[in-house]
């Protein structure tokens, strides 16, 4: 069962406005996304019942687990976990592996476009890290900060579109 259009348009201003947050200022703020994540739990408890509502707050929590790693380890920033669970809130646990498998490649496509846009030297330096990667197994240590013609992802892009996508269209298949 989809969700009502007022409560859908809810959803988009508000991943719109996280993910452009993040593009132009690389931040999110904490109030944006506890408004994401409680109109997203509200709106299953309204539209479905509080059975969904748990499983859009497990789906929020699962979210952020899974990508709690990455942040530690430097890889992603806090506010774009904190946005992955927040509108994870919006789809319950049954939507979440389609999630995240969309998110995963709308961001491999946003890498691609900020690669394009990356100086010449930093998209060297990128290509070393890559070459590195693959040669050692393991992931170099490269600092979510824009520098020397670098431009960091905005990966709430990704999560946004990957959630919306959802929300409209139902899902994959």
């Given at each position: 069962?989809?969700?009502?259009?007022?409560?859908?348009?809810?959803?988009?201003?508000?991943?719109?406005?996280?993910?452009?947050a993040?593009?132009?200022?690389?931040?999110?703020?904490?109030?944006?996304?506890?408004?994401?994540?409680?109109?997203?739990?509200?709106?299953?408890?309204?539209?479905?019942?509080?059975?969904?509502?748990?499983?859009?707050?497990?789906?929020?929590?699962?979210?952020?687990?899974v990508l709690w790693w990455p942040w530690l380890k430097g890889m992603l920033g806090g506010g774009d976990v904190k946005m992955a669970g927040a509108a994870a809130a919006w789809l319950t646990l049954p939507r979440l592996p389609e999630?995240?498998?969309?998110?995963?490649?709308?961001?491999?496509?946003?890498?691609?476009?900020?690669?394009?846009?990356?100086?010449?030297?930093?998209r060297r330096e990128i290509r070393m890290n890559l070459t590195t990667a693959a040669i050692s197994a393991t992931i170099p240590k490269v600092t979510l900060r824009t520098g020397a013609g670098r431009r960091s992802v905005p990966y709430s892009v990704a999560f946004a579109a990957s959630a919306l996508f959802?929300?409209?269209?139902?899902?994959?298949?």
């Amino acid at each position: 069962m989809a969700f009502p259009a007022a409560h859908l348009g809810v959803a988009t201003v508000l991943l719109l406005a996280a993910a452009g947050a993040d593009t132009w200022k690389r931040r999110i703020p904490n109030a944006l996304n506890a408004v994401l994540g409680l109109t997203g739990l509200w709106a299953q408890a309204y539209a479905r019942g509080w059975g969904a509502d748990a499983a859009g707050l497990a789906a929020a929590v699962l979210t952020i687990a899974v990508l709690w790693w990455p942040w530690l380890k430097g890889m992603l920033g806090g506010g774009d976990v904190k946005m992955a669970g927040a509108a994870a809130a919006w789809l319950t646990l049954p939507r979440l592996p389609e999630y995240l498998v969309l998110a995963a490649v709308a961001g491999g496509v946003l890498a691609l476009i900020y690669y394009a846009l990356s100086s010449r030297d930093a998209r060297r330096e990128i290509r070393m890290n890559l070459t590195t990667a693959a040669i050692s197994a393991t992931i170099p240590k490269v600092t979510l900060r824009t520098g020397a013609g670098r431009r960091s992802v905005p990966y709430s892009v990704a999560f946004a579109a990957s959630a919306l996508f959802l929300l409209w269209r139902g899902g994959l298949w």
